[in-house]
């Protein structure tokens, strides 16, 4: 069996059947959304191709069978996560590390010095138990059965997620690492973040997301993310999305952040791995005077495939947005880029600005682009842009004649082209962010 | 009183005579009651019967319907408006024989007004409101026909073309844009009547523009016309359609299908200033192939109608092609501009450029809806794309939904889009230099506009101004 899914099968059912008892547990109120969420999904049609999002990308390809929707075998592929866990704390600058494994077990290091700042950083299930009204105000506000049947999935299913909230006026000096392992191949997980930032409260978050089956053949791993984030007003919130994952793998992941008067978002998807990984990254502009930046990069290579959509909602005035999302090609790899600026009616005086940069490396690489614009106001300041081509010959040229060797003079090339998207990035995660560039330019 | 009746009624003799030499057709008056609303396999088999074709064509007709029967309505773009659209009620054939009998006062007093600040005839306005087919510029269209036909230049309207040349309409009908390409291009097939025929022989280069402004004073224009034009090697051509007055009609849907089809060498440029009245649904399929060495341009203006859907192709199918696309849209009151273009490079050292500018104006809406595809090992493609959008109201909206596919690497794209209102600044500086703020800022657009307006003929040109003059008034509260 390849890591293919067959939807034309008929004999497939891709329902998901009675919630397991472990996933009633809790109050009232999310066992009702559990269950409308599963209902949203089972009722839900699977989205139609050649429909926007999924233009580029067979939806059947995360979809599971009903037999192994729920299955909690995700394997023994975690031995290493040990190792990379010490590897981060040693290297320092960490308030500390979150380990998930499948979205079931989820385990704390180092993260001492930030309880004792007054920042919560629990178990989602134990976060239900603590702060149970503080949790009800904020899971599936952003992300829910509306959102998409993909998102119902996860909102039905997910068995543990991570919980962080900064108080108001707390400042979280390094950032926080959160470490998410998928199991090996045939494993299915549903991971599931929600993050407070209260008021003028400052966050870093690095969301590694890694494992996965590393066999291209055998049955893929599944996993299907959601990610929720608020900043309240005055909040200052980094989030880098470090996707990692192995080359059997398949992906979903949602995020959606809110940010409200005179908040500050930085939104960072940097995806490396998988067989195919589609992202859906969007930030709602909530108060007057909000900033969002987001910066994005994608590398494939091989048979890669990456589908990323990015969303800037302006949904108030006086605000303002930006994105940069570059994408670096080798090989047979494939990008398809969306991304949408919205600023609605009553959101007044805005600037926002997107760009989409495709570099092809190859003759078979192929990138598609379609940055979109919706404006429902005159006072606007909008432009977009989006680029494909390969390196600049002459460029190359240049260098060669300057005693530098092909290879390198294309490395040279690539790093400057993603080195505006890495600034800003704390140094130890950028030295390892330009380690990937350089690993996926070199492995043949 | 009594002479307008008897000049409609030789009207409609006439026209009567008309068909009855042409399509061997007696019964006019008879006919006006038996053509009933909707569209069905009845209709298409009358109205092909009608124009005595040949069985090929009424074939194509009768496929082209279920295709349309079978198709969903697009559920992008404007759905709610498209859902207005009740296909029972309209009239597929008769409805230009209706539109004779309407009498001038009929016509909207917007569009009357607009005549008269265009400065347009009498005659002429009567001719654009829909109410007559006469009018004395027929010398012209004759003789202008006359200096064609020396060079060999076929320039009809389409029946007679089918008539004339089925050889080469058979060749061509549909080869551009087939049935399948989508429901509206499904319905003009099986119910298309009119429009125009073009065919230029190798090596001719028609030095004025054709007009279909000439050609449909003899041959009413449909509200399915369907055009083609066909460029032979090295040869040149520029035709223009429509015209900057409003054209009036009753009926709300009109789906035309233009297809191009320029040959080694050869160079086609189609104008298109669209006013329709702001009650029509104008949704348009309008594709060119460029073979060797080709150069195709389309300029495309949308001024009018309530919901235009129309995005000009070109297909690059041959080494050395040449595409252009000029687009400007202009969205007043409930309008909604649904434009765009697509460029498909299918060969080597092709290129292209699109350039459009939108204007959204009170609660108007403009959308750029664009497809640039690059196919697999074509070297040497260059592309570059330019959008720019003007807002003007506090309700205007514009959306901007480009899509790249591009699967080749050694290929440079580039892809630009701007939003903004009127600068404050630019406003100020003008209202320094003693410019009222209205004509600061028709001045503004007018600039913006520019692009295009350069590219039209001078009378076009100047009438386009006047146009967005007169869409500008009392822009400012």
């Avoid at chain 1, 500390?96 to 919560?120: C, P």
């Avoid at chain 2, 064609?148 to 060749?171: A, N, T």
Wanted: hydrophobic letters at 35%.
């Amino acid at each position: 069996m390849s890591n293919k899914t067959d939807t034309k099968n008929s004999t497939s059912d891709f329902s998901i059947p009675d919630l397991a008892p472990e996933l009633l547990r809790g109050p009232n109120w999310l066992r009702d959304i559990r269950k409308k969420s599963r209902e949203t999904f089972n009722n839900a049609p699977v989205p139609r191709r050649g429909l926007h999002l999924w233009r580029y990308t067979d939806p059947g390809k995360f979809l599971i069978d009903r037999e192994r929707v729920l299955d909690t075998d995700y394997g023994e592929n975690f031995n290493a996560v040990e190792k990379i866990v010490q590897n981060h704390l040693r290297q320092g600058n960490l308030s500390g590390v979150v380990t998930d494994l499948a979205g079931r077990r989820i385990d704390f290091f180092g993260t001492e010095n930030l309880v004792a700042q007054g920042v919560t950083v629990l178990r989602l299930s134990e976060a239900i138990e603590q702060h149970p009204e503080l949790v009800e105000r904020y899971l599936y506000q952003l992300v829910n059965s509306a959102t998409g049947k993909f998102e119902a999935m996860n909102g039905a299913l997910w068995n543990d997620g991570i919980f962080v909230y900064v108080p108001d006026g707390v400042t979280v000096e390094q950032p926080l690492h959160l470490l998410r392992e998928s199991g090996l191949g045939g494993s299915v997980q549903y991971p599931r973040l929600l993050v407070v930032v209260g008021k003028n409260a400052e966050l870093t978050l690095v969301d590694e997301y890694g494992g996965g089956s590393t066999d291209r053949d055998a049955v893929a791993s599944y996993a299907n993310s959601a990610v929720e984030i608020f900043g309240l007003e005055d909040s200052r919130i980094s989030y880098v999305c470090l996707q990692r994952q192995a080359s059997g793998m398949n992906s979903y992941l949602t995020h959606r952040a809110r940010i409200e008067r005179g908040a500050r978002m930085l939104t960072m998807p940097l995806a490396f791995g998988g067989a195919l990984a589609k992202q859906n990254f969007g930030v709602q502009l909530n108060g007057r005077g909000a900033e969002s930046v987001m910066r994005g990069l994608l590398f494939g290579s091989g048979h890669q495939q990456g589908d990323n959509h990015t969303l800037h909602w302006h949904a108030a005035g006086e605000t303002v947005s930006s994105i940069d999302f570059k994408v670096v090609l080798r090989e047979r790899a494939r990008s398809a880029y969306t991304g949408l600026i919205r600023i609605e009616k009553d959101a007044r005086t805005c600037e926002a600005y997107q760009e989409n940069r495709n570099l092809l490396l190859s003759r078979d690489a192929r990138a598609r682009t379609i940055p979109e614009l919706e404006i429902l106001n005159e006072d606007v300041r909008c432009s977009h842009g989006a680029t494909i081509g390969p390196i600049d010959p002459n460029s190359v040229f240049y260098l060669q004649s300057r005693g530098i060797r092909l290879a390198d003079a294309v490395r040279m090339i690539v790093s400057g082209f993603v080195m505006t998207t890495l600034t800003g990035l704390p140094e130890n995660l950028r030295a390892r962010i330009n380690d990937f560039v350089s690993q996926r330019l070199e492995q043949e | 009183m009594a002479s307008e009746i008897n000049q409609r009624n030789r009207d409609l003799a006439s026209l009567g005579e008309d068909y009855a030499t042409k399509y061997g057709f007696h019964d006019p008056v008879d006919y006006f009651h038996k053509g009933a609303r909707g569209v069905n396999h009845e209709v298409v088999e009358m109205i092909s019967k009608m124009k005595n074709e040949p069985k090929w064509m009424a074939d194509i007709r009768h496929q082209a319907l279920d295709i349309f029967l079978s198709k969903p309505m697009p559920d992008w773009a404007d759905s709610e408006m498209l859902a207005e659209i009740d296909f029972d009620n309209i009239y597929y054939f008769m409805k230009p024989i209706k539109d004779q009998q309407k009498s001038w006062d009929d016509v909207p007093e917007y569009i009357k007004n607009t005549f008269d600040k265009l400065g347009i005839p009498e005659a002429e306005r009567k001719f654009l409101g829909g109410v007559s087919a006469q009018y004395e510029s027929e010398v012209v269209y004759h003789s202008m026909r006359e200096d064609l036909q020396k060079q060999g230049i076929v320039f009809l309207d389409m029946d007679s073309g089918l008539r004339e040349r089925p050889d080469v309409v058979k060749e061509y009908f549909g080869s551009v844009i087939p049935a399948m390409d989508n429901k509206f291009a499904a319905l003009n097939t099986a119910v298309w009547s009119g429009g125009s025929f073009i065919y230029v022989p190798p090596g001719v280069n028609v030095t004025v523009p054709l007009q279909a402004y000439f050609r449909i004073n003899a041959e009413n224009m449909g509200q399915f016309e369907r055009t083609l034009i066909i460029a032979d090697k090295g040869s040149r051509v520029h035709y223009i359609e429509g015209c900057t007055a409003p054209v009036y009609s009753t009926d709300s849907l009109h789906s035309a299908v233009v297809e191009l089809v320029a040959l080694e060498d050869s160079y086609i440029r189609y104008t298109t200033i669209q006013n329709w009245a702001h009650n029509i649904f104008n949704l348009v399929t309008k594709r060119a192939s460029a073979y060797r060495n080709a150069t195709v341009e389309w300029v495309d203006g949308n001024m009018g109608s309530r919901l235009t859907m129309k995005y000009p192709c070109i297909q690059l199918l041959e080494e050395g092609a040449k595409g252009e696309i000029l687009s400007v849209a202009f969205a007043g009151k409930n309008q909604h501009q649904d434009t765009g273009a697509k460029m498909i490079h299918a060969a080597p050292n092709t290129s292209s450029r699109v350039t459009s500018k939108s204007i959204s104006k009170d609660n108007g809406r403009s959308s750029y809806r664009g497809l640039i595809k690059v196919h697999k090992n074509m070297p040497g493609v260059k592309v570059s794309v330019e959008c720019d959008a003007l807002l003007i109201g506090e309700e205007a909206r514009s959306d901007t939904y480009p899509t790249m596919e591009i699967d080749h690497d050694q290929v440079k794209i580039e892809h630009e889009a701007r939003v903004s209102k009127v600068a404050e600044e630019q406003l100020f500086y003008l209202c320094s230099r003693g410019l009222t703020e209205d004509d600061a800022r028709l001045l503004i657009v007018n600039g913006f506009m520019e692009p295009f307006t350069k590219e039209l003929p001078l009378e076009y040109a100047v009438e386009l101004n006047r146009l967005i003059e007169l869409e500008m008034e009392g822009s400012i509260g």
